[in-house]
């Protein structure tokens, strides 16, 4: 039994088919990168797997437990599963501290003073300890981005999922908030990423899976996908997405 | 121009230090040309004596300015308790407006039917509604003062107001930061309180304190009803020494106030813009 299981997913706005039918494991400490032109349902899916949005058909498993049961109590599940967004979306009227202490505070209902040390080791491990009292708007885009990370990361989610968190940074930024996922999957991390960095994508994922219109053509390791495509469609993408 | 460039200046630099004392120079020549026809043709009205005497004089004005004070503490202690109740009202309000639970549907409604009536009726209207009806009903003191139910007419009145800014604000605030707090395991309760309502709250601070300054005045509308409020003790000056200078005086007082309250609201609201941008 894979960690994350989805099976048949779909996914409409009004008649808009926008996950038609995908299904998809991920095994626990895996790292599944999600690929495919614009508007192929990559967010919409991430958002799915969140219950940040409803599915119409189809189940998803976390431990073998189907979380898209419509009575099910989003709040327990969304816990257990971090995501991380292009835009950030830090609390702007909070510090960096403060965003990642929200939660835990709030729904794992612990005090401050608790939390403190087990957060302040998370900014500590990724380069941001001097970075803790700033607000948003006084931190670079790649030091939000990893805020970010840090804020989704003290819930002490089982899965993260991370929708394009480079598309919106500086080029000579992209690393380090890579290095980041790098750092996660040494320990052993589950993780689903929709992305367009391809490179890094070939070099970290064991997976990837390539999605059109709300299907996933074709998923394999990432060697073989990206040198021996077997779909058309596929190979149509990558030439254009590696020139 | 050699000593401008000595001090390292650039020609867009000396370019517009000449257009902006070229700016000044014009504003203070018309501003003086204004003030010279005010104070030449005025005067020169058939009427002007006669208006002189019984709205500015001086005499009038010195003695009546101390109890006109004494009688805007009332005006100060009527605002000083209901601005709370209306931030406190209209919160509730906006947020029963929005309540998504079916089981809160009546309060919505209620919300909506709310607004709408009192937003509907004129001030002077529900003070005296509800200043000279409810004291009507014969309820024993201090149930009967106007005070109370005055003071009631206005909170009732600008809770209905300051209900749709808040609402105005929480629409302001973007959809992604619900969507990031519901992700990381809150409730939308919890979303709306920690990370919604703070930021919708600053945005509209602006647009409440100008709610504040018409508060202020509006206050004043409670003379109808009994007070001897600022308004109403200008009205005895008046009558007692059948001149209009008290009023002005008044005008004066309630200036003091609103003038550094409104440019202190505006700087607000061009901050706010600046960094929005
Ligand atoms: N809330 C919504 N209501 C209606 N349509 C939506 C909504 N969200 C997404 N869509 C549509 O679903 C489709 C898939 O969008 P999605 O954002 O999942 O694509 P994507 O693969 O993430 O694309 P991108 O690479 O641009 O981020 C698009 O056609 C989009 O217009
Ligand atoms: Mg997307």
Redesign the interface.
């Known amino acids: 039994m894979a960690k994350l299981e989805l099976r048949h997913v779909i996914k409409r706005f009004g008649d808009v088919t926008v996950c038609d039918g995908i299904d998809l494991d991920v095994e626990a400490g895996q790292l599944v990168c999600l690929i495919g032109a614009s508007g192929a349902g990559k967010s919409t899916l991430l958002r799915c797997i969140n219950l940040l949005e409803p599915i119409d058909e189809g189940e998803i498993f976390l431990d073998g437990q189907d979380i898209a049961v419509p009575a099910l109590d989003p709040q327990t599940v969304r816990a257990r599963i971090g995501i991380v967004f292009q835009n950030f979306n830090l609390f702007p009227h909070m510090t960096a501290l403060e965003n990642a202490m929200l939660a835990p505070r709030r729904v794992r209902g612990l005090t401050r003073a608790a939390l403190l040390p087990e957060v302040e080791a998370l900014f500590d491990r990724f380069g941001l300890a001097d970075r803790m009292q700033n607000y948003p708007d006084q931190l670079s885009g790649g030091q939000q981005q990893r805020v970010a990370i840090v804020r989704a990361l003290a819930m002490r989610p089982e899965v993260m999922l991370f929708d394009e968190i480079t598309s919106a940074l500086d080029p000579q930024l992209v690393g380090e908030v890579l290095d980041v996922l790098l750092l996660l999957k040494q320990q052993g991390m589950t993780m689903v990423m929709a992305t367009h960095e391809m490179g890094f994508a070939r070099q970290a994922a064991n997976k990837v899976c390539f999605l059109k219109d709300g299907k996933v053509i074709e998923e394999a390791n990432p060697t073989r996908l990206f040198d021996h495509p077997q779909h058309s469609d596929t190979q149509a993408f990558l030439s254009r997405a590696l020139k | 121009m050699s000593e401008q460039k000595a001090a390292g200046m650039t020609r867009r630099a000396i370019f517009e230090q000449k257009q902006r004392r070229r700016a000044t120079l014009i504003a203070a020549s018309s501003t003086a040309i204004v003030v010279l026809a005010l104070v030449v043709l005025i005067p020169m009205a058939p009427g002007w004596e006669k208006v002189q005497k019984s709205f500015f004089n001086g005499a009038v004005l010195a003695k009546s300015f101390p109890k006109l004070l004494e009688a805007f503490k009332i005006n100060i202690m009527i605002f000083a308790w209901s601005a709370p109740a209306i931030a406190v009202l209209g919160l509730l309000i906006a947020l029963a407006r929005d309540a998504k639970s079916p089981a809160l549907f009546p309060l919505r409604i209620f919300g909506a039917a709310f607004t709408d009536v009192f937003r509907g009726v004129p001030v002077i209207l529900t003070v005296y509604l509800i200043g000279f009806g409810i004291p009507g009903l014969g309820l024993p003191r201090p149930w009967n003062s106007p005070y109370i139910w005055g003071s009631l007419a206005l909170i009732l009145t600008y809770s209905a107001y300051v209900a749709e800014i808040f609402r105005s604000g929480i629409d302001s605030v973007h959809h ?2 619900r ?9 939308e309760r ?1 979303a709306m309180r ?2 919604i309502l ?2 919708a709250v ?1 945005n509209v601070v602006p647009s409440q304190m100008n709610m504040l300054i018409a508060l202020q005045k509006d206050v004043s509308l409670l003379s109808f009803i009994g007070p001897v409020e600022i308004f109403r003790q200008a009205g005895v000056f008046k009558s007692l020494l059948a001149n209009f200078t008290p009023y002005v005086g008044a005008a004066i007082i309630f200036l003091i106030v609103t003038i550094p309250a409104t440019r202190y609201a505006d700087y607000l609201m061009a901050r706010q813009t600046r960094e929005r941008r």
């Open positions: 992604s930061q969507a990031a707090a519901l992700s990381l395991g809150l409730s919890q920690d990370v703070p930021q600053r």
